[in-house]
C-alpha cells in the first residue's frame, strides 16, 4: 500500500524558511513523478512544483521560482521542498502527491496523496 507522510511544516516569519519532507513508501517509485501541492483557507488546491524521480527534471509554479527548490533522495525514497523567502500568501497545508509517469501540474493526474502539512507564515 502506498504511503505519502509529510512533515516539518510550522510557523515562520515572512523572510523565514522551512524544509518540507515526504517519505514514501509501498512500492517502487522509480517511474512516477512526485509533487508538492498546496491549499489555502477557502482556495482550490495548487500545485507548487513536481520532480521525475528517475532523472530529477522538475517543474515549478511561477509563484514559487527561485525561491522554493525540490530535491529527492533516492536511498531514503524521500523528497524534500526547501522554502526560503517565504511569505505570508505561502502559508497553506502543504501535500506531496504520486503519479505515475508525470510531475506535472494537473491535480487529478495524481493517484496517491499525503495528508498535509500546514505551514503558516506570519507578517
Known amino acids: 500500500q502506498v504511503q505519502l507522510v509529510e512533515s516539518g511544516g510550522g510557523l515562520v516569519q515572512a523572510g523565514g524558511s522551512l524544509r518540507l519532507s515526504c517519505a514514501a513508501s509501498?512500492?517502487?517509485?522509480?517511474?512516477?513523478?512526485i509533487a508538492w501541492f498546496r491549499q489555502a483557507p477557502e482556495k482550490e488546491r495548487e500545485f507548487v512544483v513536481g520532480?521525475?524521480?528517475?532523472?530529477?527534471?522538475?517543474f515549478y509554479a511561477d509563484s514559487v521560482k527561485g525561491r522554493f527548490t525540490i530535491s529527492r533522495d533516492n536511498t531514503k525514497n524521500t523528497v524534500y521542498l526547501q522554502m526560503n523567502s517565504l511569505k505570508p500568501e505561502d502559508t497553506a497545508v502543504y501535500y506531496c502527491?504520486?503519479?505515475?509517469?508525470?510531475?506535472?501540474?494537473?491535480?487529478?493526474?495524481?493517484?496517491?496523496w499525503g495528508q498535509g502539512t500546514q505551514v503558516t507564515v506570519s507578517s
Open positions: 502527491a504520486a503519479a505515475r509517469a508525470y510531475y506535472g501540474s494537473k491535480r487529478l493526474e495524481y493517484n496517491y
Open positions: 509501498g512500492r517502487t517509485f522509480s517511474s512516477y513523478g
Open positions: 520532480v521525475s524521480w528517475s532523472d530529477g527534471n522538475t
